[in-house]
Nanobody, 123 residues
Framework: QVQLVESGGGLVQPGGSLRLSCAAS????????MGWYRQAPGKQRELVAD????????TYADSVKGRFSISRDNSKNTVHLQMNSLKPEDTAVYYC????????????????WGQGTQVTVSS
């Protein structure tokens, strides 16, 4: 079973930057979509950004447009989320999520989720 491993979370002051990374353990046959979600206490989980690997097309939540950037490295099966100009309202647990097939024989893609990494923006 493929597992996603996240890193890069932590405490940062408003206006600061962090870069989150998510890499897969083991090999993957095909990756269709790589994305980031976040969930703040008492809030619904929301999509932050994603990228469709076939086209490179990206989407962003309105609240992070112009501040966050998602990027991928297919050769390393890695996705990053560069977060700039961070605000207190960005405080949340961030989860990476991939849609992928582990093997060529798999009949359908499967959703994979990371464990989550805490991002806290505070003075």
């Amino acid at each position: 079973q493929v597992q996603l491993v996240e890193s890069g979370g932590g405490l940062v002051q408003p206006g600061g930057s962090l870069r989150l990374s998510c890499a897969a353990s083991g090999s993957i046959f095909s990756i269709y979509r790589m994305g980031w979600y976040r969930q703040a206490p008492g809030k619904q989980r929301e999509l932050v950004a994603d990228v469709t690997t076939s086209s490179g097309s990206t989407t962003y939540a309105d609240s992070v447009k112009g501040r966050f950037s998602i990027s991928r490295d297919n050769s390393k099966n890695t996705v990053h989320l560069q977060m700039n100009s961070l605000k207190p309202e960005d405080t949340a647990v961030y989860y990476c999520q991939w849609v992928a097939r582990e093997r060529a024989i798999d009949f359908r893609p499967h959703d994979y989720w990371g464990q989550g990494t805490q991002v806290t923006v505070s003075s």
